[in-house]
């Protein structure tokens, strides 16, 4: 694995796309969610308020991960092609 200034902008790159992507995303997967189960009780409330909680975090951690790596690789590679390294 090759740390090069690009692969690592990229990979930031990735980390701030996946938190744009993740704001408006969040949003509409919740206000579906809250529609589709209303909870009557106040424990069911709180445990689908808690149940959204852990979704909220995996979804941001798999997006971050999963776009941080694409741009590390992307970045990878475009420092490879632009950077003429013919041998």
């Given amino acids: 694995m090759e740390l090069s200034l690009p692969a690592w902008l990229g990979a930031l790159c990735g980390m701030i796309v996946a938190a ?15 529609a589709a189960n209303v909870p009557e009780t106040l424990e069911q409330r709180s445990a689908f308020e808690d149940k959204l ?35």
């Fill in 20 to 34: 744009v992507i993740y704001v408006p995303g969040i949003r509409i997967i919740e206000r579906r969610l809250r």
């Fill in 53 to 87: 909680s852990v979704m909220r975090r995996v979804l941001l951690g798999l997006a971050i991960a999963v776009l941080a790596v694409a741009g590390y690789w992307i970045g990878n590679m475009l420092a490879g092609t632009l950077g003429g390294t013919g041998g």
